[in-house]
T-cell receptor, first 113, second 110 residues
């Protein structure tokens, strides 16, 4: 399966600042990547589908101007949380769509103070 | 609109016994069902899957059963091992999108 990394693994930022999270597909050229969010004791919720070279498709209720996604290459997608607020504190996980299934990164814990 | 329900948030099983995790879904358009395992502060890892045209798939200690008429699937782990302690997500797939259930925290007691 595909090996997926995320950076950073955890980040603390102040309210009002922006944070960029990277998702890399290390051994697979990923045309499609997904971004999920998981709040404590809740399930993973799909935020957006990222396609290389085109605009991301956001799920209902996810603000595209707040969660900026860039998928400029087949190995890298980035999620930028703009003007972060404490309610954005969550576990953000990306995944890569392989031939038959999705392969998940290790996740990034974001804490906004 | 909960399309996937895992009604047992937690399950505790003795080592060596069988663990049975259940899942119900509402969308009959799902064509593929996956189970993912997740440890704290890590991403989910794929465990086993089943196509909607089958009713059983087995892989080592793990077996998934699908009852399409009841819109129900279950994951059986036997024998259960301490390393199986994790959160298990039932994840139906439709149009390449995964829909995660709420998860069941499985604890295997030695």
């Amino acid at each position: 399966g595909a090996v997926v990394s995320q950076h950073p693994s955890w980040v603390i930022c102040k309210s009002g600042t922006s944070v960029k999270i990277e998702c890399r597909s290390l051994d697979f050229q990923a045309t499609t990547m997904f971004w999920y969010r998981q709040f404590p004791k809740q399930s993973l919720m799909l935020m957006a589908t990222s396609n290389e070279g085109s605009k991301a498709t956001y799920e209902q209720g996810v603000e595209k101007d707040k969660f900026l996604i860039n998928h400029a290459s087949l190995t890298l997608s980035t999620l930028t949380v703009t003007s972060a607020h404490p309610e954005d504190s969550s576990f953000y996980i990306c995944s890569v769509l392989g031939l038959y299934e999705q392969y998940f990164g290790p996740g990034t814990r974001l804490t906004v103070t | 609109d909960q399309q996937v329900k895992q009604n047992s948030p937690s399950l505790s099983v003795q080592e060596g016994r069988i663990s049975i995790l259940n899942c119900d879904y509402t969308n009959s358009m799902f064509d593929y069902f996956l189970w993912y395992k997740k440890y704290p502060a890590e991403g989910p890892t794929f465990l086993i899957s089943i196509s909607s045209i089958k009713d059983k798939n087995e892989d080592g200690r793990f077996t998934v059963f699908l009852n399409k008429s009841a819109k129900h699937l279950s994951l059986h782990i036997v024998p259960s091992q301490p390393g199986d302690s994790a959160v298990y997500f039932c994840v139906p797939q439709g149009a390449q999108k995964l829909v995660f259930g709420q998860g069941t925290r499985l604890t295997i007691n030695p």
